[in-house]
């Protein structure tokens, strides 16, 4: 009977639900989940690799920045670089704000992607990342030199754009602090985000996702200067009014979303370790206290203890009790998350193509044109939709929140999906333009994202063709001039299978 009880004991001592539920109960990071929630944070998580700043993003910054301040770098092995020289400028800096290793005279090699950092047979890279020394230094070197512009403010142009209405783009920053207070006295920010909100003619503000500015490119040589394209009358009503526009629209639409976001994940965090925190110290404080009674009584009795009396037992009570209170005066100053106004940090006007040709006499297109172009675009938007309806999946149409692509497609039950870019074109089409947001988010989901293209007939019937990982294999780097890439409709087409 005894052995009987010993083992049923030992048993229910490894027992794996047992454990799973201990493990459960104990994580701070706890959250009961359903199948649903599962696959809703599976999907965020997606959306986030798809735009994530490294390593394209960060790639393509660096070696445009580096080489600004003097710096010489040369890729050795694909996307591996040997940095030969950097500059004093960049080294000095990093002795100012640098608080790990050193920024180095030299690289032998550096990466943006851990899978390059040590391959078979070569030189060991340094990988640069937010936070690496060398990234750092140029950032600030690069901002310290530059933040000006950003309130001066530029024209770019958006080259799909065939029409003649000039946008407004805005920059602003957003954060939300806590009640804590870091050393300087001043609230700690605990999140902080980068918002572009976009206002048009009409005056209708929209939030734009992220770095929409990647798909407009510089005033070229030979093109109407900033000052003749604001002297235009379609520009008459872009005013200093719309800044105060763009903030007032970030307040009433982003900023509640941005706060809930961080409400929901650090309240949640909060009630764990309050939980944690009071479950550990009132066991701590229950037992130095029993402890205290226990040596009094002894002492008492004429019985003392010699290495520890009942004083220095209650006293270590007390510290754990002002221990708990202070760590909860702390979580209680956590709860108090609070937004701030967000703060313009620039603008920019986006000139359509279609305005800069008007001015160079060049022939623009008509309304019924640009219309046509649109309901173009959107019929071959359709016809994908459905195709991936049909294939069992469930679209969702993002084309105006300019994610990078088009469809958004779930695969039931999984939690992943399907990133879609779709190209409709006239059979028979010279060419197809990418914008260098869609070559970017290509890049970051190579195994997700597709190009689909549409070749609409004369007859009325068209044929659907999708190409996966479409910019591969093209001799596409991160660095790449412009913003935007133009590639042969046909050649497309022929390297392109049916859609699956």
């Known amino acids: 009977e005894v052995r009987a009880r010993l083992s049923r004991v030992v048993e229910q001592a490894f027992d794996r639900k047992a454990l799973q539920d201990l493990l459960e109960e104990r994580a701070l990071a706890h959250d009961v989940m359903n199948a649903s929630r599962v696959h809703r944070i599976r999907e965020e998580m997606e959306r986030a690799e798809a735009r994530r700043l490294q390593p394209h993003y960060v790639e393509s910054f660096f070696l445009e920045a580096f080489r600004r301040l003097g710096g010489s770098v040369r890729q050795r092995e694909p996307r591996r670089y040997e940095i030969t020289h950097v500059p004093a400028v960049v080294r000095s800096r990093d002795r100012l704000i640098g608080l790990g290793e050193p920024v180095l005279p030299r690289y032998e090699r550096i990466a943006f992607e851990k899978a390059l950092i040590a391959p078979p047979g070569q030189p060991l890279a340094a990988f640069v990342c937010p936070g690496h020394p060398l990234l750092n230094a140029v950032t600030d070197i690069t901002l310290e030199r530059h933040r000006?512009?950003?309130?001066?403010?530029?024209?770019?142009?958006?080259?799909?754009?065939?029409?003649?209405?000039?946008?407004?783009?805005?920059?602003?920053?957003?954060?939300?602090?806590?009640?804590?207070?870091?050393?300087?006295?001043?609230?700690?920010?605990?999140?902080?985000?980068?918002?572009?909100?976009?206002?048009?003619?009409?005056?209708?503000?929209?939030?734009?996702?992220?770095?929409p500015y990647l798909d407009y490119r510089p005033l070229a040589e030979g093109e109407p200067g900033p000052d003749a394209i604001l002297a235009r009358p379609e520009c008459a009503w872009i005013g200093r009014e719309l800044e105060a526009g763009a903030q007032a629209h970030a307040i009433a639409e982003v900023v509640p979303a941005h706060l809930a976001e961080v409400r929901a994940r650090k309240l949640q965090l909060l009630d764990r370790t309050e939980a944690a925190v009071k479950d550990r110290l009132t066991k701590e404080i229950n037992y130095w206290?029993?402890?205290?009674?226990?040596?009094?009584?002894?002492?008492?009795?004429?019985?003392?203890?010699?290495?520890?009396?009942?004083?220095?037992?209650?006293k270590r009570a007390d510290e754990l009790q002002a221990r708990l209170q202070k760590r909860l005066e702390e979580i209680r100053r956590e709860r108090q998350l609070s937004p701030l106004p967000p703060v313009v940090l620039g603008g920019l006007l986006v000139a359509p193509l279609g305005l800069i040709h008007a001015m160079q006499g060049r022939p623009a297109a008509t309304?019924?044109?640009?219309?046509?172009?649109?309901?173009?675009?959107?019929?071959?938007?359709?016809?994908?939709?459905?195709?991936?309806?049909?294939?069992?999946?469930?679209?969702?149409?993002?084309?105006?929140?300019?994610?990078?692509?088009?469809?958004?497609?779930?695969?039931?039950?999984?939690?992943?999906?399907?990133?879609?870019?779709?190209?409709?074109?006239?059979?028979?089409?010279?060419?197809?333009?990418?914008?260098?947001?869609?070559?970017?988010?290509?890049?970051?989901?190579?195994?997700?994202?597709?190009?689909?293209?549409?070749?609409?007939?004369?007859?009325?019937?068209?044929?659907?063709?999708?190409?996966?990982?479409?910019?591969h294999g093209k001799g596409i780097t991160t660095d790449f001039a412009g913003a935007t890439v133009t590639f042969p409709f046909a050649q497309l087409l022929a390297e392109a299978a049916p859609p699956s």
């Open 148 to 211: 000006d512009l950003l309130r001066r403010g530029t024209v770019l142009v958006d080259e799909r754009d065939m029409g003649l209405s000039p946008r407004v783009l805005f920059f602003l920053e957003h954060a939300i602090q806590d009640g804590s207070l870091t050393r300087g006295g001043e609230r700690r920010v605990i999140s902080k985000r980068l918002l572009f909100v976009e206002i048009g003619t009409d005056g209708v503000a929209r939030h734009l996702n992220h770095a």
């Open 367 to 471: 309304a019924q044109a640009a219309a046509d172009t649109q309901a173009a675009a959107a019929r071959a938007r359709a016809i994908v939709m459905e195709i991936e309806r049909s294939l069992g999946f469930v679209p969702m149409d993002r084309e105006f929140e300019r994610l990078g692509y088009d469809i958004e497609s779930a695969i039931p039950g999984t939690g992943r999906l399907r990133f879609i870019e779709v190209k409709g074109r006239v059979a028979g089409a010279d060419t197809i333009t990418v914008t260098k947001n869609e070559i970017l988010t290509s890049l970051n989901k190579p195994e997700d994202f597709i190009l689909a293209l549409v070749a609409f007939e004369a007859d009325g019937s068209h044929q659907v063709r999708y190409l996966r990982r479409p910019f």
């Open 289 to 314: 206290d029993y402890r205290a009674e226990q040596l009094k009584e002894q002492e008492r009795a004429g019985k003392p203890n010699a290495r520890l009396n009942s004083g220095e037992a209650r």
